[in-house]
């Protein structure tokens, strides 16, 4: 702010004033050139005439006093080169040593009527030089006399230097308050920023207790809410962490303190073989799920870091999904359920990565299974529609609770029968995200559908 008030200040000193100044000149010599053209032939007929000397210098005098200028008449002699004579003055004394007239030299040379100013004694002056014409003896017209009207030009360089001065003032109260309301608008400024900067410090050190200052709608109010906003999210997704974490080390610890407790059983030695069996398949058990449990946390972390590379080949769904009904054929008839497979004879393409696929397809039949009562039947589905692929997933148990429904996709999220552990659609979930897909679930009493849509091929 400071430097454009200086810059305008400049520019107003600097170009603005002169360019006055001379328009004020300008229009003195226009007055001075008005005066000329109304009294120079007065002085002409004077000159041209045998009227005495006396006559010529009283007209002269006269002439200045109705002008209000200095009038002065200078006799021009051309032999070998111009020379300038003073014959008349306005002014007392006939000898001047202050002005030189170089317009009156000018106007001589040239024939023309000239203009200039010129620094005196006295300050500046604006002068406009006439010539005048005569018949010389050899018959030629000449120049024989230049007449100048002078004025001083005092009043226009006192009103220069008083805007000159006014300029200064205004100049220095406009740089003393840009300097001021600068000071003072970069100091709120900046305290603004140094709190949204403390905000941010303390929201990236894991406080997210931080408040933004919200303030006015202005851009740093803007930042301030997008800060806010942010440090919402990071906290929400901080607790979602730390539930993700507490929830995992919960299913964690169940099979390993069932573990424990089954080794220390193990250890009485009058157990009968039919009970360390029955303890052996039940540690088995508990060793399985571990084991899948561990492999599931590992899929969905790498799932969610991005950090599982997955192939995009083009796989026939139809066929993929007859090999995957296949592999539950004994898990089938254990349930007591039969699996109808609705795949059209042509092929459907898609692209995608089939191992992925095969994975998601075993999830959502594992689930069909795990949570229905026996006997309940199951579809599986391939189809075409316009650009996208479906390959569903049905069954006619009970469904899933309406409360669920809408946090189905997110981990560990059971009905609490204690059948599995909550990541199997986790997983799928970000798998079909993964492949560009999209997994989507209908639940009502007697009918549940898991689809997984897939770019055609
Ligand atoms: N076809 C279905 N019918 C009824 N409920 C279902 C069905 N599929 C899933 N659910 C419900 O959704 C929950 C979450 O399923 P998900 O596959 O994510 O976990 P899970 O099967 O419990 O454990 P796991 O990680 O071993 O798969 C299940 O616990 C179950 O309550
Ligand atoms: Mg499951």
Same mark, same amino acid.
């Not at 894991?206 to 740093?220: C, H, M, N, S």
């Given at each position: ?44 007929? #004077?000159? @041209? ?29 051309? *032999?070998?080169?111009?020379?300038? #004579? ?84 205004? *100049? ?32 990236? *050190? *894991? ?52 573990? @424990? ?64 009904? @296949? ?131």
């Amino acid at each position: 702010m400071l430097a454009v008030a200086a810059a305008v200040v400049g520019f107003l000193y600097a170009a603005v004033v002169p360019g006055l100044q001379n328009r004020l000149v300008d229009r003195r010599l226009d007055a001075l050139q008005t005066a000329s053209q109304q009294y120079s032939g007065d002085l002409r007929r #004077a000159l @041209g005439s045998n009227v005495p000397a006396r006559r010529v210098n009283t007209l002269t005098r006269q002439t200045a006093d109705a002008s209000d200028t200095r009038v002065t008449i200078f006799l021009v002699a051309s *032999g070998s080169s111009l020379s300038l #004579a003073q014959a008349y003055d306005s002014f007392a004394e006939t000898r001047i040593r202050d002005l030189d007239f170089p317009p009156a030299a000018d106007a001589a040379r040239t024939g023309r009527t000239q203009r200039g100013t010129e620094a005196g004694d006295d300050g500046r002056v604006g002068e406009v030089a006439v010539p005048l014409f005569f018949r010389r003896p050899d018959g030629r017209r000449a120049v024989s006399y230049v007449v100048v009207y002078s004025a001083p030009l005092r009043d226009v360089s006192d009103s220069v230097a008083a805007v000159r001065q006014r300029l200064l003032i205004a *100049g220095l109260v406009a740089l003393l308050i840009a300097f001021t309301s600068g000071l003072l608008g970069a100091r709120a400024l900046s305290s603004r920023v140094r709190h949204l900067e403390e905000g941010a410090k303390r929201v990236a *050190g *894991g406080d997210f207790t931080a408040r933004f200052p919200l303030g006015r709608a202005d851009e740093l109010g803007q930042l301030s809410r997008t800060l806010d906003g942010m440090r919402l999210q990071l906290a929400e997704l901080d607790s979602a962490r730390k539930r993700f974490i507490a929830t995992a080390s919960h299913e964690l610890r169940t099979p390993i303190f069932s573990l @424990g407790g089954f080794l220390e059983l193990l250890q009485d030695e009058d157990l009968d073989d039919e009970t360390r069996d029955r303890f052996l398949s039940q540690v088995r058990e508990q060793v399985a799920r571990l084991g899948k449990l561990a492999t599931d946390l590992l899929d969905l972390s790498r799932l969610e870091a991005g950090s599982i590379e997955l192939r995009s080949e083009p796989t026939d769904l139809g066929a993929l999904a007859g090999d995957v009904a @296949g592999e539950f054929e004994p898990a089938l008839q254990q349930h007591d359920s039969r699996l109808e497979l609705r795949v059209p004879a042509a092929a459907v393409h898609a692209d995608c990565d089939p191992e992925r696929v095969a994975q998601v397809m075993r999830i959502l039949i594992d689930n069909a299974l795990t949570h229905t009562p026996p006997g309940t039947d199951m579809v599986v589905s391939a189809q075409r529609r316009d650009s996208r692929v479906r390959l569903g997933v049905g069954d006619f148990g009970p469904g899933i609770h309406r409360t669920m429904l809408p946090h189905i996709f997110e981990p560990f999220i059971t009905s609490g029968d204690a059948r599995g552990s909550g990541l199997g659609l986790a997983i799928a979930h970000e798998l079909a995200e993964r492949m560009d897909g999209e997994l989507v679930v209908e639940s009502q009493p007697g009918r549940t559908t898991f689809t997984l849509e897939l770019p055609a091929r």
